[in-house]
Protein backbone atom coordinates (compact mmCIF):
# COMPACT_ATOMS: atom_id res chain seq x y z
CA UNK A 1 0.00 0.00 0.00
CA UNK A 2 1.25 3.10 -0.64
CA UNK A 3 0.15 6.76 0.63
CA UNK A 4 1.13 9.92 -1.49
CA UNK A 5 3.34 7.90 -3.68
CA UNK A 6 4.82 7.35 -0.25
CA UNK A 7 5.24 3.26 1.71
CA UNK A 8 2.28 2.54 4.32
CA UNK A 9 0.95 0.03 6.46
CA UNK A 10 -2.47 0.08 7.73
CA UNK A 11 -3.59 -1.71 10.89
CA UNK A 12 -7.03 -2.44 13.02
CA UNK A 13 -6.12 -2.23 16.91
CA UNK A 14 -7.60 -3.92 19.95
CA UNK A 15 -7.20 -4.16 23.44
CA UNK A 16 -8.34 -7.34 26.19
CA UNK A 17 -7.15 -5.34 29.30
CA UNK A 18 -9.21 -5.56 32.88
CA UNK A 19 -10.61 -2.02 32.17
CA UNK A 20 -12.20 -0.40 29.10
CA UNK A 21 -11.54 -2.07 25.70
CA UNK A 22 -10.18 0.11 23.43
CA UNK A 23 -10.31 0.03 19.94
CA UNK A 24 -8.78 1.77 16.75
CA UNK A 25 -7.03 2.43 13.57
CA UNK A 26 -3.36 2.84 12.84
CA UNK A 27 -1.55 4.04 9.11
CA UNK A 28 2.37 4.52 9.14
CA UNK A 29 3.89 5.87 6.76
CA UNK A 30 7.87 6.09 5.74
CA UNK A 31 8.77 9.53 4.96
CA UNK A 32 12.46 9.71 3.60
CA UNK A 33 13.82 9.84 7.07
CA UNK A 34 10.60 9.55 8.82
CA UNK A 35 7.76 7.84 10.06
CA UNK A 36 4.66 9.43 9.87
CA UNK A 37 1.41 8.20 12.47
CA UNK A 38 -1.56 8.63 11.98
CA UNK A 39 -3.59 7.26 14.92
CA UNK A 40 -7.52 7.23 16.13
CA UNK A 41 -7.72 5.44 19.31
CA UNK A 42 -10.63 5.07 22.06
CA UNK A 43 -13.29 3.08 24.35
CA UNK A 44 -14.61 0.18 21.78
CA UNK A 45 -17.79 1.07 22.02
CA UNK A 46 -16.85 4.19 19.86
CA UNK A 47 -15.20 2.15 17.13
CA UNK A 48 -17.44 3.17 14.46
CA UNK A 49 -16.98 7.07 14.85
CA UNK A 50 -13.33 6.03 15.71
CA UNK A 51 -12.63 5.14 12.18
CA UNK A 52 -14.92 7.31 10.81
CA UNK A 53 -12.44 9.53 12.71
CA UNK A 54 -9.77 7.91 11.36
CA UNK A 55 -10.91 8.43 7.49
CA UNK A 56 -11.29 11.78 8.03
CA UNK A 57 -8.23 12.15 9.12
CA UNK A 58 -6.34 10.66 6.15
CA UNK A 59 -8.10 12.28 4.22
CA UNK A 60 -7.19 16.10 5.28
CA UNK A 61 -3.66 14.58 5.91
CA UNK A 62 -0.69 16.39 4.08
CA UNK A 63 3.02 15.46 3.72
CA UNK A 64 5.23 18.37 2.50
Wanted: net charge negative; hydrophobic share 40%; proline share 6%.
Amino acid sequence: MTFDGRPALDARLTSETDGEPLAGFIRLIADDTHLVQALALGPKTNEKALKALHERLLNDLRIP
